[in-house]
């Protein structure tokens, strides 16, 4: 069962059973796909555990795509892009991201807006559906 994450940042002050349950939104989809799924309102102190959660599932693949789910997620703000930067660009195996975000169009937007000018991404996609999301994973592993 997910756990139902609060809209709200959570801290260094969240409690053992949340700390284990922002982790768990990291794992591993399939071979070599990992799986990222948004809190609703994100952190750097989020992101520190993801980067810790990718770190170790990743560390014996040669290579890895990303799938975000952000269907549950606002957009971030100006000191989370900030902390996403180091974040991707320590990902050395990652090939390639693949957002969805649901029926969101604004969403859309925010996600592209992120990942090409905020972080610099050059090798990611955004759709609507975790379908979608998948199988721009397969075609571009296919190339």
Request: hydrophobic share 45%; with cysteine; proline share 4%.
């Amino acid at each position: 069962m997910l756990y139902k994450f609060e809209a709200r940042a959570y801290g260094p002050d969240s409690t053992a059973e949340q700390i284990q349950a922002i982790r768990d939104c990291i794992y591993l989809h399939a071979p070599n796909i990992i799986y990222w799924r948004e809190l609703p309102v994100q952190s750097v102190f989020q992101f520190d555990l993801f980067e810790q959660r990718l770190n170790q599932l990743s560390q014996d693949m040669t290579h890895y795509d990303l799938v975000i789910d952000l269907t549950e997620a606002l957009p971030p703000n100006g000191e989370c892009r900030e902390r996403l930067k180091p974040l991707f660009a320590g990902q050395a195996k990652m090939r390639r991201v693949a957002v969805f975000t649901g029926k969101n169009f604004m969403l859309n937007i925010a996600a592209k807006f992120v990942l090409g000018s905020s972080v610099g991404m050059k090798n990611f996609s955004v759709s609507k559906t975790l379908d979608a999301a998948l199988e721009d994973c397969r075609r571009a592993a296919l190339k």
